[in-house]
Nanobody
Framework: DVQLQASGGGLVQTGGSLRLSCVAS????????MAWFRQAPGKEREGVAC????????YYGPSVKGRFTISSDKSKNTVYLQMNSLKPEDTAVYYC?????????????????WGQGTLVTVSS
């Protein structure tokens, strides 16, 4: 069974940093692109960043570009999201996701498996 186990959320002050991790199992890690999404209360789920393991290519949403970095470690079947210069508007539940194919996308419609969320709260 495909499993995506996210961790690393928490409470941080404005300007602080957090690193999220997502351990994947049940499939060949580098056969798929992986992504992080987030959903704030009352808002739609938003694509944050995605990465294609075999090429290392990545793509970011405009609201996080330059502040967040997605990376992966094939030896650990893990994808990371390093979040720097956090803002209160980054507060959300963050979800790890496996994309349908290896192409990069931030659309929720291209996700075939979701992990459980991890809450990130940025205080002002």
């Amino acid at each position: 069974d495909v499993q995506l186990q996210a961790s690393g959320g928490g409470l941080v002050q404005t300007g602080g940093s957090l690193r999220l991790s997502c351990v994947a199992s049940g499939f060949t890690f580098d056969d798929y692109a992986m992504a992080w999404f987030r959903q704030a209360p009352g808002k739609e789920r938003e694509g944050v960043a995605c990465i294609e393991e075999s090429s290392g290519s990545s793509y970011y949403g405009p609201s996080v570009k330059g502040r967040f970095t997605i990376s992966s470690d094939k030896s650990k079947n893990t994808v990371y999201l390093q979040m720097n210069s956090l803002k209160p508007e980054d507060t959300a539940v963050y979800y790890c996701a496996r994309l349908l194919k290896t192409w990069l996308s931030l659309s929720p419609t291209t996700v075939d498996y979701w992990g459980q969320g991890t809450l990130v709260t940025v205080s002002s």
